[in-house]
């Protein structure tokens, strides 16, 4: 028994280390804050039909027949699927529909949406630094925004937040990087090295 659970607790540590669970690991979708969005329910909804929404396990929603409940009539279009608005990031969840016939009886387990709202990517800036004979570049991104570099227009391999090149390699080089998550990217203004005057 002690044996076993060492084994799930080391499989927990490895997911964890390689990203594979985490907040935003299971998002079926992405939204940004202050943008809308809609999850359509998948059935055909009768006018005799009962509909509840859930957020997690939070009835955010539920309308019999043709009365609104809980919820206002406005937080569904007229396919039941449910209309959020100006998003928070505490709409972030899973979104979940039961839908039961006029006698009672469930029309099934219907699919769920796991939502992620984000915050769009403010614009980077580039920072030079230099160092006798190099010169760095860092760039300003965010803890969990991906970073692409460019040189002149094009990418280059590095994805880090800074990047390091030979002074003399880079005299009239333009960097620029642009960062990005899953609802937005911005790119930064190019800038040159001053480090070392061509």
């Known amino acids: 028994m002690a044996f076993s659970s060492i084994i799930i607790a080391v499989l927990l540590l490895c997911l964890l280390a390689s990203g594979s669970i985490g907040p935003q690991a299971d998002c079926d979708v992405y939204a940004a804050t202050g943008s809308n969005f809609t999850v359509r329910l998948q059935h055909v909804l009768k006018d005799s ?50 839908v039961h016939r006029a006698d009672g009886t469930s029309a099934g387990d219907l699919p769920s949406v796991r939502l992620c709202v984000l915050d769009p990517v403010q614009k980077p800036k580039v ?37 390091t090149r030979p002074a003399e390699d880079v005299l009239n080089a333009r960097f620029s990087c642009n960062v990005s998550n899953p609802v937005s990217s911005e790119i930064s203004q190019p800038v040159q090295q001053d480090c070392i005057k061509p």
């Open 49 to 98: 039909d009962s509909l509840r929404w859930f957020q997690d396990e939070n009835q955010i929603f539920y309308r019999r027949s043709k009365q609104v409940i809980r919820g206002k009539n406005y937080d569904v279009d007229s396919t039941g699927s449910l209309k959020l608005t100006q998003l928070t990031k505490d709409k972030s969840g899973r979104y979940t529909p039961q």
């Open 127 to 163: 920072t030079v630094t230099c160092d006798k004979t190099k010169v760095t570049f860092t760039c300003d991104a965010g803890q969990d925004e991906k970073i692409e570099w460019f040189m002149d227009g094009e990418t280059v391999a590095e994805k880090e937040k800074t990047l």
